[in-house]
Antibody, heavy 118, light 107 residues
């Protein structure tokens, strides 16, 4: 069955960096686009980034453009999110999700928590 | 970006009752709208995609309708596991956006 498992979250000071990973299994990872979506504590969902199945299509929400970078390693079935210059407003539960039909999300991981605090 | 407005914010109903949730877009998204259910402490799960298509394993009590700017998710008879928060999401125009959510709570 499809499984997505995020890791790499933690507590980090403002201005520092963190890299999240999402390990995928149970499907042909190299055939699917992948997304990062976040949820601030007690808030709704915010789409963060997308990467195409071969890394060819990449896009970001304006709120993270220029300080987050999405990438993937298909040989390792792993998705990444490099987060630089972290700010308090980046504090959230970060989910990875598999793309459906270029822009919907059919499978989600359980998320990893990022807390930006001094 | 397209803003999705969900109403009501909270819906108080009893098990077995019918739930009707609304999602309005600030501009047309065609039929490029999905619905997700998020149970407490869990990740969201896809219910409906492209306005009216049920995702794999989703029971027939869930149905979606609409087009353009006005969309509806209907749950014909609420089960205990349906008391949760529901989000709509559009893929008609990038960036992808979500509505603010409707909480369906037990009356």
């Amino acid at each position: 069955q499809v499984q997505l498992e995020e890791s790499g979250g933690g507590v980090v000071q403002p201005g520092r960096s963190l890299r999240l990973s999402c390990a995928a299994s149970g499907f042909a990872f190299n055939s699917y686009g992948m997304h990062w979506i976040r949820q601030a504590p007690g808030k709704g969902l915010e789409w963060v980034a997308v990467i195409g199945h071969d890394g060819g299509h990449i896009d970001y929400a304006d709120s993270v453009k220029g300080h987050f970078t999405v990438s993937r390693e298909n040989s390792e079935n792993t998705l990444y999110l490099q987060m630089n210059s972290l700010r308090a407003e980046d504090t959230a539960l970060y989910y990875c999700a598999r793309d459906k039909d270029i822009g919907h999300f059919d499978y989600w991981g359980q998320g990893t928590v990022v807390t930006v605090s001094s | 970006e397209i803003v999705l407005t969900q109403s009501p914010a909270t819906l108080s109903l009893s098990p077995g009752e019918r739930a009707t949730l609304s999602c309005r877009a600030s501009q047309s998204v065609g039929t490029n709208l999905a619905w997700y259910r998020q149970r407490p402490g869990q990740a969201p799960g896809l219910l409906i995609y492209q306005t009216s298509n049920r995702a794999a394993g989703i029971p027939a009590r869930f149905s979606g309708s609409g087009s353009g700017t006005d969309f509806t998710l209907t749950i014909s008879s609420l089960e205990p596991e349906d008391f949760a928060v529901y989000y709509c999401q559009q893929r008609g125009t990038w960036p992808l956006t979500f509505g603010g959510g409707t909480k369906v709570e037990i009356k």
